[in-house]
């Protein structure tokens, strides 16, 4: 006789062929009868109620606030490669999670030898400055891009702050004293936050090596930043300004929470994490690159590069915190 409500509680269904991420909140997370078990009082679009979940078919479950879980449902969970993460609303917070990820290491391996290949490094950072950019400059020399992209982005800054009607005074950013910036700043560096804890769920989710950037280096997060870089224009400032406008007019709010909260809506909205793991699976497809010859390789950070790599450079200081 088969155990369990669909007999498939021994069953292992492939990643590839699984739906992705699902969103839980408010609610408790058990296992009965082979099943997974959430009952709700009502989060986000999941309407209050009793749900039974088809954790075979699901690669991660991303628990929001209020969601509590069992030790028998981790165990079903862990038992079936089923991620279980522990996330702010909406994913503007990574708290903690069981190690999870693909079966198989084939998307890890693919980041690890592009990252040590220059010439397949320099087309995957020429490739990011594309999207960032939305234009392919390709005789354009890497510290000529950086100098094009922080121009865009001194304007990205300056409009969007005049759309939202905030002063702006430039980027400015003390990591000794984070609170002693303005509020457009400090608004930036909570939406900023935010964006890269999305950006760390997305490169858990399909397996990808957090440490191996291509733009970034010395991070233990150094992807994550690339990836959180990405999307600045597009969801990083509009969040940011928007909440500093808030509590410009109305100083009873906290910026933290405010900016936290418009994340969250932002984020689910336009299917951010999402989003951001199909950006991560068109950056490092197989048939896209070809390696150039080391000689003709250019070197990706200042000053001489490292005889044996060819490559160097701290670019940990061009995330969003420190950009001019």
């Known amino acids: 006789m088969l155990s369990g409500r ?3 509680e021994t069953a292992r269904v492939p990643h590839a062929d699984r739906a992705g991420v699902l969103w839980i909140g408010r609610g408790r997370l058990s296992a009965e009868d082979g099943t997974l078990h959430f009952v709700t009082a009502g989060d986000g679009d999941l309407p209050a109620g009793a749900y039974d979940i088809p954790y075979q078919t699901v690669s991660c479950l991303l628990c929001q606030p209020g969601t509590t879980v069992t030790h028998d449902a981790v165990r079903l969970l862990a038992r ?7 996330v702010g609303s909406g994913g503007a917070r990574l708290y903690g999670s069981m190690p999870f990820g693909p079966d198989d290491s084939r998307l890890a391996r693919r980041q690890a030898q592009w990252w040590a290949d220059p010439g397949l490094r320099l087309a995957i950072t020429r490739r990011m400055y594309a999207w960032r950019l939305g ?7 890497l510290d000529s891009l950086r100098g094009i992209e922080g121009v865009r982005v001194k304007e990205s800054y300056r409009l969007t702050a005049l759309r939202h009607g905030v002063t702006w005074r430039g980027r400015r950013y003390d990591r000794q004293d984070p609170d002693g910036a303005d509020l457009p700043n400090q608004a930036l560096n909570h939406a900023s936050t935010a964006v890269v804890a999305a950006a760390q769920i997305a490169t858990a989710a399909v397996g990808a090596i957090p440490q191996l950037g291509f733009i970034h280096e010395d991070s233990g997060i150094a992807f994550c930043l690339d990836v959180a870089d990405l999307f600045r224009e597009a969801v990083t400032l509009p969040v940011a300004f928007a909440a500093a406008r808030r509590v410009q007019d109305d100083r009873r709010l906290d910026l933290e929470r405010e900016v936290r909260r418009l994340c969250g809506q932002e984020f689910r909205r336009r299917k951010l994490v999402t989003d951001m793991i199909e950006r991560i699976g068109a950056l490092l497809r197989a048939d896209t690159l070809q390696p150039k010859r080391p000689e003709a390789v250019e070197h990706l950070g200042p000053g001489p590069a490292p005889a044996n790599l060819q490559t ?3 670019r940990d200081a061009h995330d969003d915190r420190s950009d001019p």
Do not use: D, I, K, P
Not at 80 to 86: N, Q
Not at 135 to 141: K, P, R, T
């Open 6 to 8: 669909l007999g498939l």
């Open 135 to 141: 234009e392919v400059l390709q005789e354009a020399s």
């Open 80 to 86: 079936h490669g089923t991620a279980v993460v522990m």
């Open 312 to 314: 160097g450079g701290e």
